[in-house]
């Protein structure tokens, strides 16, 4: 009778370290799933090339993945649109106009246009570009959208 009881708390035991082990793996897989969700989301918002602060706070593992899914969506996004591929990333919201008013934020030098015109883009500078043209280097941090 001794040996069971003790039977019966070495298995509630054992069960209850299961369980809190069960749990501990839950939170995990979920803390690194919104990290992955995380820098999945920067890539979209940055572009190919994280900001030096960002990736400075990434683990290796971290980088690799996000160097592998930068190569995928490149990838996809040539297989898709013709001979040039699209750019999925150009807009992240769908654009109300097509040409937009921009501030330079710091001296980038000379920028050709699609057309061949040539810009000079000095710090506080003001340019009327087409919006594709410059979406890139708002988000590097160059452009400014001036909104009226």
Request: net charge neutral; aromatic share 8%; charged share 25%.
């Amino acid at each position: 009778s001794a040996t069971v009881a003790g039977e019966n708390g070495l298995f509630s035991g054992v069960q209850l370290r299961h369980s809190a082990l069960e749990r501990n793996k839950r939170c995990l897989l979920a803390y690194l799933y919104n990290r992955l969700e995380q820098i999945k989301k920067m890539r979209w918002e940055f572009g190919s090339v994280l900001p030096p602060e960002v990736k400075f706070n990434m683990c290796e593992q971290e980088v690799q993945w996000f160097s592998k899914y930068n190569k995928m969506l490149a990838n996809y996004m040539r297989s898709i649109g013709g001979e040039g591929g699209l750019d999925l990333t150009q807009d992240l919201k769908p654009p109300k106009t097509l040409y937009i008013e921009v501030r330079c934020l710091m001296d980038h030098g000379e920028f050709e246009t699609q057309d061949g015109n040539i810009l000079l883009l000095k710090k506080n500078s003001q340019h009327f570009m087409l919006r594709s043209e410059c979406e890139h280097l708002i988000r590097q941090g160059i452009l400014e959208h001036i909104v009226h």
